[in-house]
């Protein structure tokens, strides 16, 4: 195979049994790989009520068909499993080296069965696969983990979070990249496995290098052309921006601006603090940076979703305390957008800010005292409170661009298959930055059927693997042309977007029988009020939305649309 390596690796830590499975084309070609691979491996292994945290439960690490290649934005990997936050099927990307490592040792997937019975980590490179013991490894966070380990190659590990099966722990690699939202460390911390450790040396083979040299060329052209603003300050240069149009959610989403929105901005950091880029495996964007000199050398600049959750949603400027708490974060592998949303609905619930999150966060990641309650996330808090404050959809906790003004974006956080995201329908995209065409962001008109388009083609690029930058400059046309010559496979664009659709489908298959139906495509209730969202007028668009899938009127696909899309069967 070329792109592909027709190969997934199963673990079983129960037993220690290790097999392996051919990934046939027809099924590849259909799924493309990383989060379409996985959603369909997991979807043909596991029943939708299961447990998330019982042993039951599997893992599947999975790779795409130009991961770890030539292509621009090509070093990431994606984790598919169910949430036990939301308790969807649920899929994340993370960028680094680790995907590019796991591609290497000539896999598309890796599939995490059963849980040992005592603490273990895996460590693999090229054929030599051993399970190991990680008695001196467990308790440490993932900084120390880290450090331990990463001789022996790239490293994707949970900290003391993920250990104490916090619903909100992430799953960590080379450092501060994380596969995170919804959960999925607590998942890893529930088999007992501290650590993944890749390292491999079989380059994958590319059908056609003249054809996939052209098409990596022009790609590469038009990312650097389209990304400087994220090379200069990374995704903190939307804050200021976001605020400007009164987007920027602050106080729990009770205000549509932060009136110090400047203090914890992208270009504050830029005037402030001695930065430097640090890029992903073959990236030439460098979103990431570091900070050089100064009381937090060596800290990671926090991310866009960070500097809003610690920030403007807790109505806080303080700079210093947001990189701070980001470090924290990420040594324990905890969610920030989660775990500062919910503090900022405990706060609401309290009636009084938070003016220090170190010793919340610590309480957090250990489990301990009111850390117990808030590292569950805010549904679950306000629930357990009696207060109606939870900002989330289906259990996952919005990030920070508000949907009042912003109506795509409230129909695609509605109907997002693992809950409250922006990035399963970047909307701010055309809404906000006019990527790749500006629209009026206060109408639901025309919003249904961008809204999938979107959805769709995210499946599709999320299944490359590539980073999300890709998209905001280079066209469809181009990622089909990619997977074609890597694989050898002719997609057309419409065969690209259909894969994107199949995908997407099959997560919904997986949501309905679940128990997810139209009552879950909701916002929080404080969006409908004054000055608000129109609910007649959301309804609407959420009956347009159903009509463009080809779904019934309770949110679920028909026979139809499942027969067009290849997938009867699952149904």
Known sequence: MHGWTGRTVIIDLTNGKIIEKKNYLNELRSYIGGRGLGVKLYSDMILPYIDPLSPENILIFTTGPLTGTRAPLSGRHVMVSKSPLTGTIFDSSSGGFFGKELKFLDLDALIIKGAADEPVYISIQDENLQINNAIDIWGKNVRECTDQLSRKGSVACIGRAGERLVPIANVMNDYFHSCGRGGLGAVMGSKKLKAIVVKGTLKPAIADEDRFEKARSEAKGLIKRGSSGLSTYGTSALLNLMNYQKILPAGNFRKKEFSDASMVSGEFIKENYDIKGHACYNCAIACKHIIKSGAFEGYEVPEYE?????????????MGSIIKVNR????????????????????????????????????????????????????????????????????????????????????????????????????????????????????????????????????????????????????????????????????????????????????????????????????????????????????????????????????????????????????
């Open 306 to 318: 960070t500097l809003w959750s610690f920030g403007p949603d807790n109505n806080n400027s303080d």
């Open 328 to 571: 924290l974060c990420n040594d324990y592998g905890i969610d920030t957008i989660s775990a500062g949303s919910t503090i900022a609905a405990y706060a609401e619930i309290m009636g009084e800010d938070v003016k220090e999150f170190t010793e919340l966060v610590k309480k957090m990641g250990d489990n301990v005292g009111v850390g117990k309650e808030l590292g569950k996330g805010s549904k679950a808090l306000s629930n357990s409170r009696g207060k109606d404050v939870s900002m989330q959809c289906k259990g996952l906790e919005l990030p920070g661009y508000d949907p009042r003004g912003l109506m795509g974006m409230a129909l695609a956080y509605a109907t997002s298959n693992r809950g409250g995201c922006h990035l399963r329908a970047y909307m701010a995209g055309p809404e906000v930055l006019g990527k790749p065409k500006k629209v009026d962001r206060f109408t639901f008109s025309g919003k249904a059927e961008l809204v999938k388009i979107h959805q769709d083609e995210t499946c599709s690029i999320d299944s490359l693997v590539l980073c999300k930058f890709a998209s905001f400059s280079v066209p469809k046309e181009i990622f089909a042309e990619l997977l074609s010559a890597a694989t050898g496979v002719d997609y057309s664009i419409e065969e690209f977007l259909q894969c994107g659709e199949r995908i997407w489908n099959l997560e919904r298959l997986f949501n309905n029988k679940a128990g997810f139906s139209r009552k879950d495509d909701i916002l929080p209730e404080r969006f409908f009020k004054t000055d608000g969202i129109d609910r007649n007028e959301f309804e609407k668009s959420l009956d347009e939305y159903y009509l463009q899938r080809g779904w019934d009127e309770f949110g679920v696909p028909t026979g139809g649309k499942l027969r067009e899309l290849g997938i009867y069967k699952a149904f």
